[in-house]
């Protein structure tokens, strides 16, 4: 960046005027010469230099410098600050003009790139506000999100545990309450799994492991991931085809659990949740449709933002708005992709692509 203190202006005049007597230096005593036009030139480079770095007026005072050394040392009668030749009053006035427009055209070229340079600056200080503004909101979503879904499942364990040391319990109702602890157990551990994996996701530390593997298969992985999520939920399974599909299972499994979680947490106890798979394009397809309330219109853009919840939040139980924007993140590592809308005859329907090989299943066998 180029320096406007007055301190600094004065060195630039300084250093400038030593530029130009060492031109008068050099082409009047160590090369003596009498082409004007090579002298103009050089001393015209001087002047340009100076331009760049210096304001106006420096460039303007080294110009002038310039042509009174032109004058006096190396036009005729030297020795003089008078001109015999009219042509050569031409050259003096031309040399001024061009080195005066020269510069102003430098400094206003370096004016122009400092603004460039500020502007950047500024955009770039107003991203980084940005990042900060945004990291902050999602450290007050997640705290929001833990306080939230902490909470009940600490305090059902709590409860749970105090009445399992009570005598007047069943064994029916010891047995009840010892799987609610599993389950909000469990419900624990998802959410500690989910915060690990958007960890994993945002550090980008997400390996690829392909494997050949069967669409059930996949399947069959991601309803074990949230089995007592979907309990009480019947799963429709309609695969198309027996071929097999190279992916990578671990993630894809991964993503399509959240997908069933999303569905079971937004169905009410008891209906059925469809899963579709078919292969297509080069692409395995899988999706997910619940029998919930469906998704807002003004969701659908916002649903696989992290900590987003939507509208029909209320209706839910638990959730921290974390498990499809994880999902999104698995997808795109494996350059895959997810999208949501609602279904026909009521509830949503979220479906995930995954480029893959494929190969018929005798194929592996033989």
């Known amino acids: 960046m180029v320096t406007h203190s007055r301190g600094a202006q004065i060195r630039h005049l300084a250093a400038a005027l030593a530029g130009v007597a060492a031109v008068t230096l050099v082409y009047a005593r160590l090369l003596p010469t009498r082409n004007a036009t090579t002298i103009a ?10 331009g760049s770095v210096s304001r106006l007026w420096v460039a303007v005072a080294t110009s002038f410098a310039a042509m009174l050394c032109i004058n006096f040392f190396f036009l005729p009668p030297v020795g003089h600050l008078t001109i015999a030749d009219p042509e050569n009053w031409v050259a003096l006035v031309s040399f001024v003009s061009v080195s005066l ?14 603004l460039a340079t500020e502007r950047a600056q500024f955009l770039e200080d107003r991203k980084s506000i940005e990042v900060a503004r945004k990291g902050d909101e999602l450290k007050s979503a997640l705290l929001a999100s833990l306080a939230h879904d902490l909470g009940t499942p600490l305090t059902t364990i709590r409860v749970a545990a105090s009445n399992l040391q009570e005598s ?33 996701i945002d550090a980008g530390a997400i390996a690829l492991d392909h494997q050949w593997v069967h669409p059930m298969q996949i399947i069959e992985a991601a309803r074990s991931l949230v089995e007592h999520t979907l309990r009480g939920h019947p799963l429709n399974v309609r695969v198309d085809g027996e071929r097999l599909v190279k992916l990578d299972p671990r993630l894809t499994a991964s993503a399509l659990a959240h997908l069933l979680e999303n569905a079971a947490q937004y169905s009410a106890q008891g209906l059925p949740i469809d899963v579709e798979a078919e292969i297509a394009d080069g692409e395995l397809r899988i999706a997910v449709r619940d029998r919930g309330p469906g998704v807002a219109e003004g969701d659908l853009p916002h649903v696989f933002e992290r900590f987003y919840r939507g509208s029909h939040t209320k209706s839910r139980a638990s959730g921290t708005g974390m498990g499809l924007a994880i999902a999104r993140g698995f997808l795109e590592a494996e350059q ?6 609602n279904a026909n005859g009521g509830g949503a329907r979220f479906s995930l692509a995954v480029p893959a090989e494929t190969r018929e299943a005798l194929e592996m066998m033989s």
């Open 41 to 50: 030139l050089t001393y015209l480079l001087v002047v340009l230099v100076v």
């Open 101 to 114: 427009v020269a510069s102003r055209l430098s400094a206003a070229a370096r004016d122009r790139a400092q």
């Open 168 to 200: 007047w319990l069943t064994d029916d109702q010891r047995r009840e309450q010892s799987e609610l602890v599993l389950i909000e157990v469990e419900r624990l551990q998802r959410l500690f799994q989910n915060i690990l994996e958007m960890a994993r």
């Open 336 to 341: 895959g992709r997810v999208s949501a809308e």
